[in-house]
């Protein structure tokens, strides 16, 4: 599993991260995943966690998504700024 850097961010006003699914990403399920439910009834939601975790500065951090319609985003915070995976 690769470790990323500040360095490894996409310049401009929104940062993102490019990374090798799943090689470069950490699986860690919660209870949800490992029962097959969904974190919401819908399935859709501004903040739902993932079972992925990426190695982010030393630390594993909780990959989120957030689906509306046909559209997700995947992220993850580091001191309040938003990072996107792509």
């Avoid at 029962?35 to 951090?61: D, P």
Wanted: proline share 2%.
């Amino acid at each position: 599993m690769k470790e990323f850097k500040w360095s490894d961010l996409g310049a401009g006003k929104y940062c993102s991260v490019y990374v090798d699914f799943p090689n470069d990403l950490k699986e860690v399920p919660l209870w949800h995943h490992k029962a097959g439910l969904q974190q919401t009834q819908s399935g859709y939601g501004s903040k739902l966690a993932t079972r992925w975790k990426i190695h982010f500065e030393g630390k594993l951090w909780r990959i989120y998504a957030t689906c509306f319609s046909n559209a997700v985003s995947h992220w993850f915070t580091v001191k309040g700024r938003t990072i996107y995976v792509n």
